[in-house]
């Protein structure tokens, strides 16, 4: 395979991978601009998605569409449980409490599900098989279609929840100004609740379409939502564009940095790119310029 196929190639993964990153991103943003908190718990509800899926899955009663939408339900469902006993109760301590309640939060999930379905990663048949599809001189899995395909469903119906139905209008609202929506009768509790569920939902959406591709453990939350975060910083935390553009991004050049410098560096790449956004435009690529520091 000559360099420009090989390029090919590693945009073709990085896309695919940075599809999820965006997902994820979204999921940090969606609770970021309600609670202006950083979930680290955000890369357990990918897992939860994807373990969760399979166990349904591996039942062998259900169909796979069923199997998918009652995991992403179960996964939401822990969403919501996770905000109204741990967030909730402390919602009045500083930022920096709350991100770490999160963070034991992640730690208490990643337990569990290890207890539930122990330290082997588990795979997941193809929700379309798994004959590649050949583009020029690089190849495309099917699979990689339905990642894109919900990345798509997922962002175009994020953008008609928020302008087109009342709850999304009160969450944008609690977004620009919590005290003012309060005072015109939203209720912040609630809007808040809704982000958390929602933010479950997507990353257990994200969870479930990646793991025919690459296998599930108890353990692959971590580092999903640590380059989700990356994402999120990359294109703008706060901004749900900017998780868009940043997780594509990061996809790309992670894909592009493992193939053409060495894989060792798949990991640290972005972290690399989170440094280095921060240190030049701490508010991203589409983020506002003013920084809240707390």
């Known amino acids: 395979?000559?360099?420009?196929?090989?390029?090919?190639?590693?945009?073709?993964?990085?896309?695919?991978?940075?599809?999820?990153?965006?997902?994820?991103?979204?999921?940090?943003?969606?609770?970021?601009?309600?609670?202006?908190?950083?979930n680290f718990a955000q890369g357990e509800f990918v897992m939860l998605g994807g373990m969760a899926v399979i166990a349904l899955d591996s039942s062998g009663n259900l169909p796979l569409a069923l199997s998918f939408i009652l995991a992403v339900l179960a996964v939401t469902l822990v969403g919501a449980i996770l905000e109204r006993f741990t967030i909730r109760p402390v919602k009045s301590s500083d930022p920096v409490t709350l991100i770490i309640i999160t963070v034991g939060a992640s730690i208490f999930l990643r337990g569990v599900a290890m207890m539930i379905w122990g330290k082997d990663a588990l795979g997941l048949r193809p929700f379309s098989g798994a004959s590649p599809i050949h583009l020029g001189g690089a190849t495309l899995v099917p699979q990689s279609l339905w990642v894109l395909g919900v990345t798509v469903v997922v962002m175009a119906g994020l953008q008609f929840f928020?302008?087109?139905?009342?709850?999304?209008?009160?969450?944008?609202?609690?977004?620009?100004?919590?005290?003012?929506?309060?005072?015109?009768?939203?209720?912040?509790?609630?809007?808040?609740?809704?982000?958390?569920?929602?933010?479950?939902?997507?990353?257990?959406?994200?969870?479930?379409?990646?793991?025919?591709?690459?296998?599930?453990?108890?353990?692959?939350?971590?580092?999903?939502?640590?380059?989700?975060?990356?994402?999120?910083?990359?294109?703008?935390?706060?901004?749900?564009?900017?998780?868009?553009?940043?997780?594509?991004?990061?996809?790309?050049?992670?894909?592009?940095?493992?193939?053409?410098?060495?894989?060792?560096?798949?990991?640290a790449i972005a972290f690399f790119v989170l440094l280095l956004v921060l240190f030049l435009r701490p508010s991203g690529l589409l983020g506002p310029k003013e920084i809240k520091r707390f």
């Not at 196929?5 to 309600?34: C, D, K, P």
């Not at 919590?178 to 009768?185: I, K, M, N, T």
């Not at 509790?189 to 997507?202: G, Y």
């Open 1 to 38: 395979m000559d360099l420009s196929n090989q390029i090919l190639q590693y945009v073709i993964s990085g896309i695919t991978n940075g599809a999820i990153y965006a997902v994820i991103a979204l999921g940090f943003t969606i609770i970021y601009n309600a609670t202006e908190v950083i």
């Open 162 to 267: 928020y302008k087109h139905t009342i709850t999304g209008k009160a969450m944008r609202a609690c977004a620009f100004n919590r005290r003012a929506a309060s005072l015109v009768g939203i209720s912040v509790n609630r809007m808040v609740l809704v982000s958390f569920a929602l933010s479950a939902a997507i990353g257990a959406a994200a969870g479930i379409v990646i793991v025919p591709i690459t296998l599930c453990g108890y353990d692959v939350g971590t580092m999903l939502g640590l380059k989700g975060f990356c994402a999120a910083v990359l294109g703008g935390l706060g901004s749900s564009p900017g998780s868009i553009l940043g997780g594509f991004l990061l996809g790309v050049l992670e894909a592009l940095g493992a193939g053409l410098i060495s894989s060792g560096f798949k990991d």
